[in-house]
């Protein structure tokens, strides 16, 4: 006689529904389980029926086969422990398996019964609800994060027997909830716009590269404030979509990253990995596949201070998923395809000394130790760059002035007002922000007049710019249109975009 009950799994960021099938027949009693499981799963044996027995439940005294269907994607992790006790009990007849049909079931086993959480739960339901099953049976530890997902009853269990007193009608327990309490959206930011004293076109072109989502690199000797103004950009970056949020908590649960009380990631994110970071965690993969510092930093900012100290191979992983928007890392069994839109943020000095460029004359650098160091970061990569900025030495009236400077949340009005036109503008296209634009979408949303054409063709002359660049002046032109609420792009939008491209010369770029 064959049992079945369902469970799910992950594959990438996505879950799949995985079919537990547990067969009973007569001779020397045994437990296998089969379909491609790993070592985590088949140790799921031991706590399966230790549960099952410091429960003081029947554990089938049978020959058991336990099959994990579809059988040919590796099955990995504890999420298939209370899938399984279910089957077997089911087996038992605690309860007929009519009733667990439209049930998924999602959760790790103590020996003592307690049923425990597992990472990627979310991702896991929204497929749930998708293939038609309507209720999840979970630890109360993910059940918060589950009921994100409408439309599913989400029972939250503490052990099998609170499981079992539920379906067999002896125990009530209410559905749960998703609390918007429980949001965590609200830690507030000490870091704001407003300590940092003038760096006005620095600021300038931080604006607009949250408002559009555009890379941006800034170049500046030592103690200009880039650090400093890196990390007051969360401050503006634009509130996220309900569907934004929910792909960013995606990759995080799966990536075992939620925060214990933290349900819905509202915030974007910002990672600023160390410059000794390996490529394999930069863009994600290993032996259990896990998204990189790319698909963490997914809808919000990857900032990597110090550009030049990382070693060249691993900046430049960064490449097809700069173009891609996605990382795709291959399998013996497949490959996986983690998602990685993110904005790039980053600083460099312009020499080992940081001084090459100051009004000053204090760099001692040679011309070849200075190309060296800019070098390692390959021209294909700064192509990728949208907007470059100079960050000169503030000045001394600006660093004593009593006025304060314009504050994140007034900033970040202007960035919401940008980020609303382009969410209407591509409401059909499936994308958010300009920066996404492709060519075909460029043509349609970016048409500028003759004089801009001219200007346009002036600069691709002037400064060698490639094919890449000057769409991406175009896309940075039009975020400068949107932040001013014009349809148009005109000439004095190209012009500031141009602006933000002309570095290479003096930096040696
Ligand atoms: N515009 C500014 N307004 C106020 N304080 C500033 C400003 N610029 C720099 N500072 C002060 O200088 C400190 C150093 O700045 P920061 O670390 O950001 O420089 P940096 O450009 O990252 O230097 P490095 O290249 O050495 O990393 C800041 O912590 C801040 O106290
Ligand atoms: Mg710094």
Same mark, same amino acid.
């Given at each position: 006689m064959i049992?079945k009950?369902?469970?799910?799994?992950?594959y990438?960021i996505?879950?799949?529904?995985?079919?537990v099938e547990v067969?009973?027949?007569?001779g020397l009693?045994?437990?296998d389980?089969?379909?491609l499981?790993?070592a985590?799963?088949?140790?799921s044996k031991?706590r399966?029926?230790?549960?099952?027995?410091?429960?003081?439940?029947?554990f089938?005294?049978k020959?058991?086969t336990?099959?994990?269907?579809?059988?040919?994607?590796k099955?990995?992790?504890s999420?298939?422990d209370l899938?399984?006790?279910a089957g077997l009990?089911?087996s038992?007849?605690?309860?007929l398996?009519?009733?667990?049909r439209?049930?998924?079931?999602l959760?790790?086993?103590s020996?003592?019964? +307690?049923?425990?959480?597992?990472?990627?739960?979310?991702?896991?339901?929204i497929e749930?609800?998708?293939q038609?099953?309507?209720r999840?049976i979970?630890s109360?530890?993910n *059940?918060?994060e589950a009921a994100?997902?409408?439309?599913?009853?989400?029972i939250?269990?503490?052990n099998?027997?609170?499981?079992?007193g539920f379906? %067999?009608?002896?125990?009530?327990?209410?559905?749960t909830?998703f609390?918007?309490e429980k949001?965590?959206c609200?830690?507030?930011?000490d870091?704001?716009f407003?300590?940092?004293?003038?760096?006005?076109?620095?600021?300038? *072109?931080l604006?607009?590269?949250a408002?559009?989502?555009h890379?941006?690199?800034?170049i500046?000797?030592?103690?200009?404030g880039?650090t400093?103004?890196?990390r007051r950009?969360?401050s503006?970056?634009p509130?996220?979509?309900?569907e934004e949020?929910l792909e960013?908590?995606?990759?995080?649960s799966?990536?075992g990253?939620?925060k214990e009380d933290?349900?819905?990631?509202?915030?974007?994110?910002?990672?600023s990995?160390?410059h000794?970071?390996s490529?394999a965690?930069?863009?994600?993969?290993g032996?259990?596949p896990?998204p990189?510092e790319?698909s963490?930093?997914?809808f919000?900012?990857?900032?990597?201070?110090?550009m030049?100290?990382f070693?060249?191979?691993?900046?430049?992983?960064?490449?097809?998923?700069l173009?891609?928007e996605?990382?795709?890392i291959?399998?013996?069994?497949g +490959?996986i395809t983690y998602p990685?839109?993110f904005?790039?943020i980053s600083?460099?000095n312009?020499?080992?000394c940081g001084?090459?460029?100051?009004?000053?004359?204090?760099?001692?650098?040679t011309?070849s130790q200075?190309?060296?160091?800019?070098?390692k970061?390959?021209?294909p990569?700064m192509d990728?760059?949208?907007?470059?900025v100079?960050v000169k030495?503030v000045?001394?009236?600006?660093?004593s002035?009593e006025?304060?400077s314009?504050s994140?949340?007034?900033?970040k009005?202007?960035?919401?007002?940008?980020r609303?036109?382009q969410?209407?503008?591509y409401?059909?296209d499936?994308?958010y922000?300009n920066?996404?634009l492709?060519?075909k979408q460029?043509?349609?949303y970016?048409?500028i007049?003759?004089?801009?054409k001219?200007?346009l063709?002036?600069?691709f002359?002037?400064?060698n710019?490639s094919?890449?660049?000057? +769409?991406?002046?175009?896309?940075?032109?039009? +975020?400068?249109? %949107?932040?001013e609420g014009?349809d148009n792009?005109y000439i004095?939008?190209?012009?500031? *975009?141009?602006?933000h491209r002309s570095?290479?010369k003096?930096?040696?770029?």
């Open positions: 049992y009950v369902n469970s799910c799994s992950i990438g996505n879950g799949y529904i995985v079919d067969d009973l027949s007569n009693p045994g437990f389980i089969v379909g499981p790993d985590t799963v088949k140790e031991e399966v029926k230790a549960a099952i027995k410091n429960s003081e439940l029947q089938p005294q020959r058991i336990i099959n994990l269907a579809p059988a040919n994607i099955k990995e992790g999420v298939f899938a399984i006790a009990l089911v038992s007849m605690y309860f398996e009519e009733e667990v439209k049930t998924i079931f959760g790790e086993l020996l003592d019964g +307690t049923v425990k959480g597992i990472k990627g739960i979310l991702p896991m339901c749930a609800k998708k038609g099953f309507n999840i979970t109360n530890e *059940a918060q994100l997902v409408c439309g599913l009853d989400v939250g269990v503490n099998l027997r609170e499981m079992l379906l %067999d009608g002896s125990l009530i327990i209410e559905p909830i609390s918007a949001l965590n609200n830690d507030l930011d870091w704001d407003k300590d940092v004293s003038g760096q006005h076109t620095v600021k300038r *072109a604006e607009i590269a408002a559009g989502s890379n941006v690199i800034m500046g000797p030592p103690g200009s880039k400093m103004l890196a950009i969360p503006i970056l509130d996220m979509s309900f949020s960013v908590t995606k990759i995080y799966v990536a990253l939620l933290e349900n819905l990631i509202l915030k974007r994110p910002f990672r990995p160390h000794t970071i490529a965690s930069l863009v994600g993969g032996r259990i896990k990189g790319v963490l930093s997914h919000g900012v990857l900032f990597l201070d110090e030049p100290e070693p060249k191979h691993v900046l430049e992983v960064l490449r097809q998923p173009e891609d996605c990382v795709t291959s399998r013996v069994n +490959t990685a839109n904005m790039l600083s460099v312009p020499c080992p001084f090459y460029g100051d009004e000053s004359n204090r760099c001692s650098c011309p200075i190309k060296n160091y800019i070098g970061i390959s021209g990569l990728r760059i949208d907007l470059h100079e030495p000045k001394f009236n600006d660093l002035s006025a304060r314009e994140s949340s007034s900033i009005a202007r960035i919401n007002r940008a609303d036109i969410l209407n503008r409401s059909k499936g994308i922000f920066s996404q492709k060519p460029i043509n349609q970016c048409k007049g003759l004089k801009e001219a200007l063709k002036n600069a002359e002037k400064f710019l094919a890449r660049a000057f +769409t991406r002046i175009l896309k940075v032109a039009r +975020t400068i249109a %949107d932040l014009s792009i004095n939008h190209i012009a500031e *975009a141009i602006q570095l290479d003096k930096y040696m770029l």
